[in-house]
Protein backbone atom coordinates (compact mmCIF):
# COMPACT_ATOMS: atom_id res chain seq x y z
CA UNK A 1 0.00 0.00 0.00
CA UNK A 2 0.91 3.78 -0.32
CA UNK A 3 2.46 5.66 2.04
CA UNK A 4 0.29 8.76 3.10
CA UNK A 5 0.22 11.28 5.08
CA UNK A 6 -1.97 14.19 5.62
CA UNK A 7 -1.20 16.99 8.30
CA UNK A 8 -2.11 20.99 8.97
CA UNK A 9 -5.98 20.64 9.26
CA UNK A 10 -7.76 22.75 12.18
CA UNK A 11 -10.20 25.40 12.62
CA UNK A 12 -10.12 28.85 10.51
CA UNK A 13 -12.41 31.47 10.71
CA UNK A 14 -14.38 32.15 7.57
CA UNK A 15 -11.37 34.23 5.11
CA UNK A 16 -8.77 32.79 6.96
CA UNK A 17 -5.53 30.33 5.69
CA UNK A 18 -4.45 27.26 5.91
CA UNK A 19 -1.49 25.16 4.34
CA UNK A 20 -1.97 21.26 4.29
CA UNK A 21 0.45 18.88 3.78
CA UNK A 22 1.14 15.15 2.53
CA UNK A 23 3.88 13.12 2.59
CA UNK A 24 4.57 10.06 0.59
CA UNK A 25 7.64 8.04 -0.50
CA UNK A 26 10.09 9.29 -2.40
CA UNK A 27 9.32 6.14 -5.53
CA UNK A 28 5.90 7.22 -5.58
CA UNK A 29 5.94 10.82 -5.81
CA UNK A 30 8.63 10.91 -8.56
CA UNK A 31 5.92 8.38 -10.34
CA UNK A 32 2.35 9.09 -10.05
CA UNK A 33 0.68 12.41 -10.22
CA UNK A 34 -1.01 13.60 -6.32
CA UNK A 35 -4.66 14.82 -5.30
CA UNK A 36 -6.27 16.25 -2.87
CA UNK A 37 -9.78 15.01 -2.16
CA UNK A 38 -12.21 15.97 0.34
CA UNK A 39 -14.94 14.76 1.85
CA UNK A 40 -17.98 16.67 4.11
CA UNK A 41 -20.04 15.54 6.61
CA UNK A 42 -22.84 13.44 4.81
CA UNK A 43 -21.38 13.83 1.45
CA UNK A 44 -19.01 12.07 -1.14
CA UNK A 45 -15.46 12.01 -1.09
CA UNK A 46 -14.97 14.86 -3.68
CA UNK A 47 -11.13 15.75 -5.98
CA UNK A 48 -10.25 19.04 -5.13
CA UNK A 49 -6.55 19.55 -6.76
CA UNK A 50 -4.56 17.40 -8.58
CA UNK A 51 -0.49 18.55 -10.15
CA UNK A 52 0.81 16.16 -12.60
CA UNK A 53 5.05 15.35 -11.84
CA UNK A 54 5.60 18.28 -14.01
CA UNK A 55 3.95 20.48 -11.80
CA UNK A 56 0.44 21.15 -14.38
CA UNK A 57 -2.05 21.74 -11.90
CA UNK A 58 -5.89 21.43 -12.28
CA UNK A 59 -8.50 22.75 -9.49
CA UNK A 60 -12.47 21.94 -9.18
CA UNK A 61 -14.00 25.71 -10.16
CA UNK A 62 -15.26 25.86 -6.78
CA UNK A 63 -11.85 26.35 -5.25
CA UNK A 64 -9.76 28.11 -8.57
CA UNK A 65 -8.20 31.55 -7.54
CA UNK A 66 -8.35 30.25 -3.77
CA UNK A 67 -6.58 27.49 -3.30
CA UNK A 68 -2.88 26.43 -4.63
CA UNK A 69 -1.38 22.81 -5.26
CA UNK A 70 2.37 22.33 -5.46
CA UNK A 71 4.86 19.86 -4.27
CA UNK A 72 8.64 19.70 -3.15
CA UNK A 73 10.58 17.38 -4.44
CA UNK A 74 13.53 17.60 -2.06
CA UNK A 75 10.89 16.94 0.87
CA UNK A 76 8.72 14.22 -1.10
CA UNK A 77 5.28 16.31 0.08
CA UNK A 78 2.89 17.94 -2.02
CA UNK A 79 0.80 21.16 -0.32
CA UNK A 80 -2.38 22.73 -0.67
CA UNK A 81 -2.74 26.17 0.11
CA UNK A 82 -5.72 27.80 0.87
CA UNK A 83 -6.58 30.88 1.53
CA UNK A 84 -10.04 33.01 1.60
CA UNK A 85 -11.58 29.81 2.87
CA UNK A 86 -15.43 29.35 3.44
CA UNK A 87 -17.89 27.28 5.45
CA UNK A 88 -18.37 24.80 2.84
CA UNK A 89 -14.54 24.22 2.86
CA UNK A 90 -15.15 22.28 6.10
CA UNK A 91 -14.34 18.64 5.24
CA UNK A 92 -11.58 15.76 5.82
CA UNK A 93 -9.27 16.30 3.42
CA UNK A 94 -7.28 13.50 1.70
CA UNK A 95 -4.39 12.68 -0.93
CA UNK A 96 -3.89 10.34 -3.35
CA UNK A 97 -2.08 8.95 -5.94
CA UNK A 98 -2.59 8.02 -9.44
CA UNK A 99 -2.44 9.14 -13.42
CA UNK A 100 -3.75 12.22 -15.02
CA UNK A 101 -6.23 11.56 -18.31
CA UNK A 102 -6.90 15.34 -19.62
CA UNK A 103 -8.20 16.59 -16.38
CA UNK A 104 -9.85 13.64 -14.91
CA UNK A 105 -7.46 11.86 -12.15
CA UNK A 106 -7.31 7.82 -11.86
CA UNK A 107 -6.76 6.70 -8.60
CA UNK A 108 -3.94 4.66 -8.24
CA UNK A 109 -5.53 2.30 -5.60
CA UNK A 110 -8.78 2.56 -3.19
CA UNK A 111 -6.46 2.88 -0.41
CA UNK A 112 -6.78 6.32 1.70
CA UNK A 113 -4.91 7.81 4.49
CA UNK A 114 -6.56 9.42 7.44
CA UNK A 115 -6.89 12.40 6.38
CA UNK A 116 -6.91 15.55 8.35
CA UNK A 117 -9.54 17.56 9.38
CA UNK A 118 -10.67 21.04 8.27
CA UNK A 119 -13.31 23.24 10.03
CA UNK A 120 -14.24 26.83 8.92
CA UNK A 121 -16.18 28.67 11.20
CA UNK A 122 -17.09 31.72 13.32
Known amino acids: QVRLEESGGGWVEPGGSLRLSCATS????????MGWYRQAPGKQRELVAH???????YYIDAVKGRFTVSKDNAENTMYLQMTSLKPEATAVYYC????????????????WGQGTQVTVSS
Open 51 to 57: IATDGNS
Open 96 to 111: NVGLIVNTAFILHDDH
Open 26 to 33: KTIFRIYA
